[in-house]
């Protein structure tokens, strides 16, 4: 696809994205929200990508909205509540289309990560911070409520509702340590090892199998808002039976015990 504020690089079976507006700090405007999510959308059906590796260029992950731009709309004619309503959509699909696409997204947040650029952290799968890292829940602190893209969705279930509502009706500040602390990220790496530590992430998820992998991405959101136990397992049975029958599964458990790199899909050709 093409694209203007984002850079998307097929590598094998990963895809590093990488939205590229450092001179604004990677701050969300019309254009990278959109790229973005027909980035995100494009995936359903991209079988033959199986990571994606989410990183910003320059020294902050994302600032938030992007407010140079939010004034200038300002300047024009007042939106109405439909119209309004219809641009904050565009914000959240993003958010949507993420967490809908198979693919485990693997998130390297350097520097800042606010607002917008929090929810985007949020909605990926695994979170690798640097000890630059900083996060706040910026839209409270401009006149917003704190409930936005996803966040207020995100935050209680990740750190518990005390420490969520502490930060989201304060926009205060998190750092690396709390970060870490907290489990939203899952180690913190000096800026130079990102790279090194998401391409062996990603390696040891592309041994898995591509249904096994799919399937445990679903399956886990949907556990999350479980009813119960019993749906919760109800599901497990079937995303196991699932990858029994699929055709990879003969060869994961072959090169398992042969201790040696399993051969999926095209690769056994």
């Known amino acids: 696809m093409n694209t203007t504020c984002l850079d998307v690089r097929e590598e094998g079976a990963t895809l ?26 494009s995936l359903y059906t991209r079988e033959e990508l199986r990571v994606v590796v989410l990183r910003a260029a320059g020294r902050a992950f994302c600032a938030g ?47 800042a990560a606010c607002g917008g650029g929090l929810a985007l952290v949020l909605a990926t799968d695994v979170r690798i911070g640097t000890p630059t890292l900083r996060m706040n829940v910026a839209p409270i602190r401009i006149g917003f409520t704190a409930c936005d893209m996803g966040i207020s ?61 799919r399937l445990t991405k679903e399956a886990m959101a949907v556990a999350v808002d479980g009813q119960s136990l019993e749906a919760v397992i109800a599901l497990e049975d079937r995303c196991q039976t699932l990858c029994a029958h699929g055709e990879d599964f003969d060869e994961a458990i072959a090169s398992f015990r042969e201790k040696r790199e399993p051969r999926y899909g095209a690769a056994r050709a």
């Open 153 to 213: 969705y995100f935050l209680p279930r990740m750190i518990g509702s005390s420490l969520a509502a502490e930060y989201m009706l304060t926009g205060r500040f998190m750092d690396a340590a709390q970060a870490r602390q907290m489990g939203l990220v899952s180690r913190i790496v000096e800026p130079e090892a990102l790279e090194a530590e998401a391409r062996s992430l990603a390696a040891e998820m592309l041994r898995t199998s591509p249904l096994g992998l």
């Open 65 to 111: 909205m992007d407010l140079k731009e939010h004034a200038e709309l300002q300047q024009q004619p007042p939106l109405t509540v439909s119209q309004q309503l219809a641009v904050q959509r565009r914000y959240r699909d993003v958010v949507l289309a993420m967490r809908r696409c198979p693919q485990p997204i693997i998130a390297l947040v350097n520097g």
């Open 16 to 41: 590093w994205v990488t939205p590229n507006r450092p001179q604004a700090l990677n701050a969300l405007n019309g254009q990278l929200v959109d790229e973005l999510g027909d980035l995100f959308r």
